[in-house]
């Protein structure tokens, strides 16, 4: 099961990765459009459309991805106190209440629009020359399967945590910050601080 587990997290992992680097060509192609509007002054009318359905196609792709690695925003002012059992209870819920029926419906509803854009050859509308429509549209059933796959994953490290007590491993991730040390650091001076405190408290209780 934990192999099962990983296997599809490695899936949505390297799908989220490989679609990162839109990033860097969404950048490149703002870059270039500013330089042939400002300095060319000849400004593509197709560059605005594509632009947006670059950022749409990462964010969407990005789901899964995200789900995997536990990132999605959460409100845990109090779900942090709570124990595994608990926290795995609250999640199970809300998955079967509103993760599984939304997200099937992102998935009808994607498969319609990209299947009515295939057959008309949509293009968009928004500016001159729109490029198509139909691969942007594609992306929403296909990235609504995924996230959908990866939360069937989650619901069951949801049933194991409620087995066993505890949540199961997740694949450990690439992190901004080296969070252990980042927290030893911010600990550190804390201790000195505390010790030099008590010296001088000591030596003004000896003077006095």
Avoid at 53 to 73: C, D, E, P, S, W
Avoid at 94 to 107: D, E, K, M, R, S
Avoid at 138 to 160: D, K, N, W, Y
Wanted: glycine residues 8%; charged residues 15%; negative net charge.
């Amino acid at each position: 099961m934990r192999n099962l587990l990983f296997f599809i997290d490695k899936v949505s992992s390297w799908i989220g990765q490989l679609f990162s680097w839109l990033i860097l060509a969404l950048t490149l192609l703002i870059a270039w459009e500013v330089f042939a509007r400002y300095v060319l002054n000849t400004p593509n009318p197709w560059a605005f459309d594509l632009m947006i359905m670059m950022y749409g196609t990462l964010i969407m792709m990005a789901g899964a991805y995200t789900l995997a690695k536990n990132g999605h925003v959460r409100g845990d002012v109090l779900y942090g106190f709570f124990p595994p059992r608990l926290q795995a209870g609250l999640d199970l819920l809300l998955y079967f209440v509103f993760f599984i029926p939304g997200v099937a419906a992102l998935v009808w509803a994607g498969y319609t629009y990209a299947a009515e854009s295939w057959a008309i050859n949509e293009h968009s509308t928004l500016t001159a020359s729109g490029p198509p429509l139909y691969p942007f549209k594609t992306i929403i059933p296909i990235s609504g399967a995924l996230l959908l796959m990866q939360g069937f994953v989650e619901i069951i490290r949801c049933i194991i945590c409620l087995k066993q007590g505890e949540w199961p491993a997740r694949e450990k991730d690439v992190e901004e910050v080296d969070v252990e040390k980042l927290k030893e650091m911010v600990q550190a001076p804390d201790a000195d601080v505390v010790n030099e405190h008590n010296r001088a408290a000591l030596k003004s209780g000896g003077r006095e």
